[in-house]
């Protein structure tokens, strides 16, 4: 049972309530008349007592056309009438908004014998819930902008890999199909120079000399333009053997020789003893090192120093190979970056030396391929070193 203090208590507690939360309440009998209202009265258009006896739609005009419906609630078929938004003019151009809801009034003995009208304040919220709306129709606005920039970036990016496909394509039939004939100047030259169209006068011989320098020249790109693009597909495979690198690398000299000699460049060759064998690629590896071999010679000084090593890595199961020059050397800035294709550094203009670029980055694609790295070291006008490791090759278990 409630005593007189638990009911004082609730009647503190509920007009706090009322307060707090801008809630009012009014009660009315069978003719819609305010017997009693209570709570934040000026909701309901309202200074309170005065309330008592008002018609509860000239309190809330709203309720004109729902009579009805109260008079179903008053009859007890209809158990609650919820109006939402009513709103009120709040002066200073304000505007805030009002909840009704009516329920049955019961009395003691729990028969309905009025309507409960309780107003509730409900700006607050509908302000959030506007606020929500708006930014879940910006969030899907910008969800749709996600997906259709996606969209465009996915089909620029097919677009893309089908031009780069396109000029891989392009340049390996232009390589390709320069071969043919390069490789026939070439033959007619050697013929020229055997003297098998007659007798070649020393001028003459010279000219050819050059001409045949010039072949040998795009006969290099045209072989350096085909491999970067196989090796790009992935269409380069490896013969992997075990080999020896003393006659890998002296076979590798052999063919500079004359490209360093000409220069009057001092070679010097050190193998540590017992290497053991490396497995790898015989063509492609004889490839890489002809290019850091040859690269130190272009782009060292005559009469300067080139040598080459080769000895156990500090990575155990590698086998290191260095090439080394005291020749123009690279700023550091570009070290790294002549590893990519068409690259060539500024001393590499400087010293006038032909080249595409090409020749370091086939040479790291396929050191890769062998499970190596390739990497350098260079102090301008000091020299450089180039580095390169191949795993040893497990003989027994092969
Ligand atoms: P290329 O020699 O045809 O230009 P590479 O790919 O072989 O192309 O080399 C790329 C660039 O790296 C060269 O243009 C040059 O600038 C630089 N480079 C390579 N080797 C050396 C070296 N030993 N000394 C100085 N610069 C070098």
Redesign the pocket.
């Known amino acids: 049972m409630m005593t007189t203090h638990d009911l004082d208590m609730t009647v503190t507690v509920a007009r706090l309530l009322f307060q707090e939360r801008r809630l009012a309440y009014a009660v009315t009998n069978d003719d819609a008349r305010v017997v009693q209202i209570g709570g934040a009265v000026e909701l309901f258009n309202s200074r309170g007592s005065e309330g008592v006896g008002a018609s509860i739609y000239d309190l809330t005009p709203e309720l004109i056309g729902s009579e009805h419906d109260l008079a179903e609630i008053r009859a007890g078929r209809l158990p609650r009438l919820e109006l939402s938004w009513l709103n009120r003019d709040a002066g200073n151009d304000n505007t805030f908004y009002l909840n009704l809801i009516n329920l049955p009034y019961h009395d003691a003995e729990g028969r309905i014998c009025g309507v409960v009208h309780l107003m509730e304040d409900s700006t607050m919220k509908g302000e959030l819930g506007q606020r929500l709306v708006q930014q879940r129709n910006e969030m899907r606005l910008l969800r749709d902008q996600l997906l259709q920039q996606n969209q465009r970036l996915a089909s620029v990016n097919a677009e893309l890999k089908r031009a780069d496909e396109m000029k891989s394509m392009f340049v390996s039939i232009a390589a390709h199909e320069l071969r043919s004939p390069l490789a026939s100047v070439s033959g007619y030259l050697e013929m020229l120079l055997e003297g098998m169209f007659g007798a070649v006068s020393a001028k003459q011989e010279e000219a050819l000399h050059v001409v045949e320098q010039s072949v040998g020249r795009l006969l290099s790109i045209t072989s350096n333009l085909l491999d970067a693009t196989r090796l790009e597909a992935g269409r380069v495979e490896l013969v992997l053997v075990p080999i020896h690198l003393p006659e890998l690398l002296r076979a590798v000299v052999a063919e500079l020789t004359p490209q360093i000699e000409a220069k009057e460049q001092r070679l010097q060759i050190s193998v540590a003893p017992d290497l053991p064998p490396v497995l790898c690629d015989r063509t492609r590896m004889a490839q890489v090192l002809q290019?850091l071999l040859s690269?130190?010679c272009?782009?060292?000084n005559r009469q300067g120093e080139i040598m080459v090593e080769a000895a156990l890595a500090a990575e155990p199961g590698f086998v290191q190979i260095t090439v080394r020059?005291n020749?123009?050397?690279?700023a550091e800035g570009?070290q790294e970056r002549?590893f990519s294709r068409f690259?060539?550094?500024e001393?590499?203009y400087l010293s006038g030396?032909a080249?595409?670029?090409?020749?370091?980055?086939i040479a790291r694609a396929l050191t890769d391929l062998h499970g190596g790295r390739i990497w350098v070291e260079?102090e301008v006008e000091r020299g450089?070193a180039?580095f390169v490791t191949l795993p040893i090759a497990d003989v027994e278990s092969l």
Not at 327 to 330: C, E
Not at 355 to 361: F, K, N, Q
Request: no cysteine; net charge negative.
């Open positions: 290019n690269n130190a272009k782009y060292t020059d020749g123009i050397g690279i570009d002549l690259f060539r550094g001393g590499a030396e080249g595409a670029g090409l020749g370091l980055h260079s450089s180039f």
